[in-house]
């Protein structure tokens, strides 16, 4: 098998994944690394599957399964592999894959009882964690609302460590529209925020129903209006001297108290 260069056609258009218009139009996107393509594999959204000789060697189960299961699979050059690769060491193994998001509606037709809602993020690194953290608490969807990163992002891919393919992920421009919704299914809608109403370690009886945690914006945080449109207004103790948590750290947190909250009600 003759390895394909970076300047084979399909590998020039795999590369151009990279680009957000690119992905929208083609409804593509790459997942990078040993995780991402072994996810992607399982939920059978791959389209094709890129490889080095060395990733061959370090992942030949992987590679064959892939082509056992009629992927098609197409070794390239080192130096393609880089280019597919966002990485500083690519890892030589990229899949290029159907996009995951779905509408919101899809996810509402669920009955869903934990939902992870984030406004307004723009951080893929931020959007992968809180996907992998929703998936980890066992969540039933991430809705992405707001002018929100797109989870396709590279960035947001690798993240995720392969989460963005578990749980449903929705996207929604209109944040308004995300807060009606989820008021017309019944929804508890929850936000943090430093002068919270509610202590989380407090919050247990709200925790127990199907319920929908807001998150803000990195640097702004959640948006006045936003937040005044939840149903409860929750405050994170905090027992130690830090000022405050990251969005990552206090999302894990949220998402953990319901989980543990519901699961213990089953």
């Given at each position: 098998m003759e390895a394909l260069s970076e300047r084979n056609p399909r590998v020039v258009s795999a590369v151009k994944l990279h680009r957000a218009p690119v992905?929208?139009?083609?409804?593509?996107?790459?997942?990078?690394?040993?995780?991402?393509?072994?996810?992607?594999?399982?939920?059978?959204?791959?389209?094709?599957?890129?490889?080095?000789?060395?990733?061959?060697?370090?992942?030949?189960?992987?590679?064959?399964?892939?082509?056992?299961?009629?992927?098609?699979?197409?070794?390239v050059s080192e130096r393609a592999a880089e280019a597919l690769g966002e990485t500083v060491t690519p890892p030589g193994?990229?899949?290029?894959?159907r996009q995951v998001d779905?509408?919101?509606?899809?996810?509402?037709?669920?009955?869903?009882?934990?939902?992870a809602v984030p406004v307004g993020m723009s951080d893929p690194g931020n959007a992968g964690t809180l996907i992998r953290v929703a998936d980890a608490v066992g969540a039933n969807g991430v809705v992405l609302a707001g002018d929100s990163v797109d989870p396709h992002n590279g960035k947001c891919v690798r993240a995720s460590a392969g989460s963005v393919f578990h749980l449903?992920?929705?996207?929604?421009?209109d944040a308004d529209q995300v807060l009606t919704a989820l008021e017309s299914a019944g929804i508890t809608?929850?936000?943090?925020?430093?002068?919270?109403?509610?202590?989380?370690?407090?919050?247990?009886?709200?925790?127990?129903?199907?319920?929908?945690?807001?998150?803000?914006?990195?640097?702004?945080?959640?948006?006045?209006a936003v937040a005044d449109r939840a149903t409860h207004r929750l405050r994170i103790p905090i027992h130690g001297r830090a000022e405050s948590l990251n969005l990552a750290a206090a999302a894990s947190i949220c998402l953990y108290a319901s989980a543990r909250v519901q699961h213990a009600a089953r």
């Open positions: 992905r929208r139009k083609s409804g593509l996107f790459l997942a990078e690394g040993a995780n991402s393509v072994e996810s992607a594999l399982e939920t059978g959204r791959v389209e094709e599957l890129f490889f080095s000789l060395k990733a061959a060697n370090r992942e030949h189960e992987l590679v064959a399964g892939a082509a056992a299961m009629g992927v098609r699979t197409t070794l193994l990229v899949a290029v894959c779905v509408p919101l509606t899809d996810i509402l037709a669920t009955t869903p009882s934990l939902l449903p992920i929705a996207r929604e421009r809608i929850l936000a943090t925020t430093a002068k919270g109403e509610v202590d989380l370690d407090e919050a247990d009886d709200i925790l127990r129903g199907p319920v929908a945690w807001l998150f803000g914006n990195e640097a702004h945080g959640l948006d006045r």
